[in-house]
Nanobody
Framework: QVTLVETGGGLVQAGGSLILSCTASGFLFSNYAIGWFRQAPGKDREYVAAISGAGGTTGYTDSVQGRFAISRDNDKNTAYLQMNDLKPEDTAVYYC?????????????????WGQGTQVTVSS
């Protein structure tokens, strides 16, 4: 059974930092790209970042480039999203997801398994 569990969300002031973790089980972790997405109230789910199965290729949406960093530890079956210089507009539920390919991508429909999400709230 494939499962993805996000942890690390919380309340932080603007300018602060958080690290989200995505711990996976039920599949060979290194064979799949992992993506992070977020959904704010009343908005569509949007792509944040993604990383290839081996970890050598990453991608980011423009609004987080230079502030967020995605990484993974395949020995621990865990992916991370380091979020720095957080802004109120980063407030959302953050989800990690498994892509059915080793290469990262930004399209949600190419991801086949999703975690339950973790809330990130940035106060001004």
């Amino acid at each position: 059974q494939v499962t993805l569990v996000e942890t690390g969300g919380g309340l932080v002031q603007a300018g602060g930092s958080l690290i989200l973790s995505c711990t996976a089980s039920g599949f060979l972790f290194s064979n799949y790209a992992i993506g992070w997405f977020r959904q704010a109230p009343g908005k569509d789910r949007e792509y944040v970042a993604a990383i290839s199965g081996a970890g050598g290729t990453t991608g980011y949406t423009d609004s987080v480039q230079g502030r967020f960093a995605i990484s993974r530890d395949n020995d621990k079956n865990t992916a991370y999203l380091q979020m720095n210089d957080l802004k109120p507009e980063d407030t959302a539920v953050y989800y990690c997801a498994r892509r059915g390919l080793r290469v990262p991508g930004s399209v949600p429909s190419t991801y086949d398994y999703w975690g339950q999400g973790t809330q990130v709230t940035v106060s001004s």
